[in-house]
């Protein structure tokens, strides 16, 4: 028996040594492994957890209040996209309306890092690794998925490869966001004739197919002029959280 522990934790050692010293070509079959086992105990936890629930006399409302609360959150989700689409009908006639906005819940596993907050590795049904993600919380935006070796992962606002499409202020100002430092993300290239202020909500526009717009960003913070161009500090409302789920967005329209 301490032969067989002896040998499963030597297995758990090697295997977080090559994680963090070996080269990408070892780190990838590695950090799949280490997932998959991640994973394994954060099912085994929710299972033991969900088990005792059930075992309470309010087990089956609990159950259905969780599932209509994760109905409730996805459709709070894709309403904002048909909204906004029919704010649109009123300046264009002629829009097609041929919407079909799709939103599924994903799973955090684990920090792809020690140390880096803004990388999570997820747990993705049907992954597609060739297509760029929207991730939502508590619908604000909290960053984007894309592929890293073939498994999704999660970069939050403040990842500088963070970035999207936004609108800045009354006249939705165009911009780029992307992260800057652990407590603020900025917005580039920014038009000059806009007019922008501090305290300008920022939203994500759309216009890059990652998210739908209308979701809320964050606030401006500061204003600065560079190489013809406007920038904006911003205070994002996602800040951070400790959370097992979020929405990924599949499909905009």
């Known amino acids: 028996m301490n032969k067989k522990f002896f040998f499963f934790l030597l297995l758990i050692i090697v295997l977080i040594s090559g994680t963090i010293n070996y080269t990408e070509t070892i780190q990838k079959p590695i950090n799949k492994t280490l997932n998959n086992f991640k994973l ?44 906004n689409e029919l704010k649109d009908l009123y300046k264009l006639e002629e829009s097609s309306l041929k919407n079909d906005p799709r939103v599924t819940l994903v799973k955090a596993i684990s920090y792809k890092k020690m140390g880096d907050m803004n990388k999570i590795w997820l747990d993705v049904k049907d992954y597609n690794a060739s297509k760029i993600y929207g991730l939502v919380y508590n619908n604000a935006v909290a960053g984007i998925v894309v592929s890293d070796e073939g498994m999704p992962l999660a970069l939050l606002n403040r990842d500088p490869k963070s970035s999207y499409a936004v609108f800045i202020g009354k006249e939705n100002a165009p911009a780029i966001v992307h992260g800057e430092n652990e407590k603020t993300i900025i917005a580039t290239f920014i038009p ?29 913070l500061a204003v600065s002029s ?28």
């Open 40 to 83: 394994s105990y954060i099912n085994l936890i929710e299972y033991i957890q969900d088990s005792i629930e059930r075992h309470f006399d309010q087990a089956n409302h609990i159950t259905t209040l969780k599932q209509k609360l994760e109905h409730a959150q996805k459709d709070s989700l894709i309403c904002i996209q048909y909204k």
């Open 192 to 220: 000059m004739w806009y007019n922008i202020q501090v305290g300008d909500e920022v939203t994500t526009s759309g216009l890059d197919n990652i998210f739908f717009k209308g979701l809320k960003v964050g606030k401006v």
């Open 226 to 253: 560079s190489q013809g161009y406007k920038n904006a500090i911003i205070q994002p409302y996602y800040d951070l959280e400790t959370t097992n789920y979020f929405y990924m967005i599949q499909k905009v329209n």
